[in-house]
């Protein structure tokens, strides 16, 4: 009995191995499936016809059951024939069907909202000139705009997400292979790292030299896989989608040898990635010039910065309006609160260098106990981890009710008065004390050329779980490609963080 126990177990044990593997294996197939760029593509132009449909149809319902208008007065038969390609051509033309790797939410942000709002305008001029004996009602238009934005946003949003959660555990990721040396790819890493993006899965590094000290110093955390001259046989063996080349003072830095890697990797359809400090130049935009074949830098037009900065003052007022009445509706509950536990003050004056150079003070509902720089300065152990990070993962110094409105930052309110004023921006670089300008060195000047806001970049993208050189790093990321639709996207992520209460202490 005893044996056939045993037996019957090792041959359970057997059956559920095979069938983990077989499992495995058909996630491992899907995901390399869904990694190719094609699918990819098929899987964003299937969700954008299927928004624009769903926004028409719903549209078409919602007027006809409130307006009370017959079918024939919304718009004619078959209509959806005409528009569904032209938006699709649309998005195909402004580069909407490009890799999904390469573009970064606010982009899409930016892009959905110029396709949608394009379309409607050609569409609705198209109405009047070529459809104008068959009628059309302008609430269908106009309703079908709003949702059409909103369904394409949702949709294509949905994607990325469904990507980035794959990519998080390993799966559809491009193998990619670097060239160059330590030093520029581990920057490469950072840059990715800081946007938590998780799209490459990075086999191994080609270096051109046999002295292995110059690797010292450099963290890649990657596997040395052999020499340049071995790379194609190297690719082929792992796999590779992806070619990385650092141009970085490297020795691969030879235009004939980087044109021969190109030429070999077209043929065997591997796509390839130049990395060069030259062509992440924040605040340029290039193009190639079709007669040189040069690439040539240009700055961003003047009036698209203006309107967007135009865009980010009247947002800061609104936000501000609402927020401060919303505090002002706060102060007696928490103020009741607060008084309730120790009897100490309700607000805390906090210290912040503005662009000026100089100290201001904003508020914040006080989370500390009144005695809490006193706990700092007697237990050396805490002052010295503040003085590394200026935080503290398990502060004695926090009250109970502090506690609570720091995990759902409700601490952060009154700095909404500050919003209004214009003092600070909701979104923006964080304010720092006085004692941490040391920390940011020769980026300084840079960091107080914005104004420094209540939520920014690195408190969407890791809270208070990032190391303090991380957030100086997140904080110059977020100036360098400041745009409105980042600002769009940092608001809609600063609101889900604080709702899940990820990261916060």
């Known amino acids: 009995m005893v044996t056939e126990t045993i037996i019957q177990s090792v041959g359970s044990t057997k059956h559920g191995e095979a069938a983990h593997a077989r499992t495995t294996g058909r996630y491992s197939s899907i995901a390399d499936l869904l990694s190719r760029s094609w699918v990819k593509k098929l899987l964003f132009v299937s969700s954008d016809m299927v928004a624009i449909v769903a926004a028409h149809q719903l549209t078409e ?140 899965d990075m086999t191994g590094i080609l270096v051109d030299s046999e002295d292995d000290s110059i690797f010292e110093g450099a963290e890649t955390g990657l596997p040395v896989l ?28 030879h235009k004939m040898r980087v044109l021969e890697i190109i030429r070999r990797c077209q043929e065997k359809r591997i796509e390839v990635e130049i990395y060069s400090s030259i062509f992440g130049a924040q605040g340029l935009r290039y193009e190639r010039d079709e007669f040189s074949g040069y690439f040539r830098f240009y700055s961003r037009p003047l009036w698209s910065r203006a309107t967007q900065r135009g865009v980010k003052v009247a947002l800061d007022f609104l936000i501000g309006l609402v927020g401060s009445s919303v505090t002002l509706l706060m102060v007696p509950i928490i103020g009741l609160i607060l008084k309730w536990e120790d009897g100490g003050t309700i607000f805390h004056r906090r210290e912040y260098v503005g662009m000026d150079g100089r100290v201001h003070h904003f508020l914040k509902f006080r989370t500390m106990h009144e005695n809490a720089e006193e706990i700092l300065q007697n ?19 926090v009250s109970r009710a502090g506690r609570l409105l720091r995990k759902y930052s409700l601490d952060e309110f009154p700095q909404f008065f500050g919003v209004l004023t214009g003092q600070l921006s909701f979104v923006g670089p964080r304010a720092i004390t006085p004692q941490a300008c040391a920390r940011y060195g020769e980026l300084l000047p840079k960091l107080l050329s914005v104004k420094p806001g209540l939520t920014g970049f690195w408190q969407v993208m890791g809270r208070q779980t990032t190391t303090y050189e991380e957030k100086i790093q997140m904080d110059m990321f977020y100036i360098d490609q400041w745009s409105i639709w980042l600002d769009l996207v940092i608001i809609a992520k600063s609101f889900w963080e604080v709702v899940r209460a990820k990261g916060a202490y």
């Open 61 to 200: 319902a919602a007027t006809r059951h409130w307006m009370k208008m017959p079918a024939t007065a919304l718009n004619p038969s078959g209509y959806y024939l005409f528009y569904i390609p032209f938006f699709t051509a649309l998005l195909y033309a402004l580069d909407g069907y490009k890799s999904l790797d390469l573009r970064r939410t606010e982009k899409e942000l930016e892009l959905i909202f110029k396709a949608v709002s394009f379309s409607f305008i050609v569409l609705t001029c198209a109405n009047f000139v070529f459809f104008k004996p068959l009628g059309f009602s302008r609430y269908l238009m106009v309703g079908w705009y709003i949702l059409a934005l909103t369904f394409v946003l949702v949709a294509r949003t949905s994607l990325r997400l469904m990507f980035a959660m794959l990519w998080r555990r390993g799966l559809a990721r491009q193998r990619a292979l670097l060239l160059g040396t330590p030093y520029g790819l581990a920057d490469l890493q950072r840059r990715l790292s800081i946007q938590l993006h998780h799209g490459y």
């Open 226 to 253: 052999g020499g340049l001259p071995d790379w194609e046989a190297i690719a082929d063996a792992e796999g590779a989608t992806l070619i990385i080349v650092n141009l970085e003072d490297s020795p691969v830095n």
């Open 379 to 397: 237990d050396p152990v805490l002052r010295a981890e503040f003085e590394c990070s200026f935080k503290l993962k398990n502060d004695p110094r």
